[in-house]
């Protein structure tokens, strides 16, 4: 079965520190991949997402980017983080098609 | 993608079934409607989806109308464990984007 691993649980980091967040896929080849951002209290945001490897499509303007090394690892970097980066980072996978996303279980980024 | 419509809150006594409804009255013919779950602090489960037919899976049920402009999930036996915001979603199948809105709150009873 496939399964979705992200990295670290929870950061806390000062304001103008860099960020890297990692997210692995196990169990499929080829997957799409998410990074989606929640603020407290909110919906979901749609930061990234790739369809393969070097492939990344950014869907909000700010300074976060994204990279895909390898077909089941996305990254999600800063290199200087601001007080609006705090919030719940998860990644996601799916197939193609209607199929669903499948998310993990978050990384919680609090910015001091 | 179309909007949809949930109540904020709802609560169930453990062991009845839970119906959760949801409202999609601009559907699109090429749009599936999705359920997820999130308890606090985890990332979304994924419960169940379908197109126009009705669904039923190991978790939950998904009940869609002929005009394809509701629908409801049922989980059969609610127990504790399954307090939680729960989603509904109206995503085409080439959309890459699973836009969550404030879903509803359902809090299982003893």
């Known amino acids: 079965s496939q399964t979705i691993h992200q990295w670290p649980a929870t950061l806390v980091q000062p304001v103008g520190s860099p960020l890297s967040l990692e997210c692995t896929v196990e169990?499929?080849?080829?997957?799409?991949l998410y990074w989606y951002r929640q603020a407290a209290g909110r919906g979901l945001q749609l930061l990234f997402y790739s369809v393969g490897i070097g492939q990344i499509s950014s869907e909000v303007p700010q300074n976060l980017s994204a990279s895909r090394p390898q077909d089941r690892q996305f990254i999600l970097s800063s290199k200087k983080l601001l007080l609006s980066d705090s919030g719940f980072y998860l990644c996601?996978?799916?197939?193609?098609?209607?199929?669903?996303?499948?998310f993990g279980d978050g990384t919680r980024l609090s910015i001091l | 993608d179309a909007k949809t419509t949930q109540p904020p809150s709802m609560d169930c006594a453990e062991g009845r079934a839970a119906n959760l409804p949801c409202n999609h009255s601009?559907?699109?013919?090429?749009?599936?409607v999705y359920w997820y779950r999130q308890i606090h602090s985890q990332g979304p489960q994924y419960i169940i989806h379908?197109?126009?037919n009705n669904e039923t899976n190991e978790m939950a049920s998904l009940i869609i109308t002929e005009d394809r402009k509701s629908s409801t999930l049922i989980l059969p036996h609610a127990t504790l464990r399954d307090t939680a915001v729960y989603y509904c979603i109206v995503r085409a199948y080439n959309n890459n984007d699973m836009r969550f809105g404030a879903g509803t709150r359902l809090t299982v009873k003893p």
């Open positions: 379908g197109l126009k």
């Open positions: 996601a996978w799916s197939s193609q098609g209607s199929q669903p996303q499948h």
């Open positions: 169990g499929t080849s080829n997957p799409n």
């Open positions: 601009t559907i699109s013919g090429n749009e599936y």
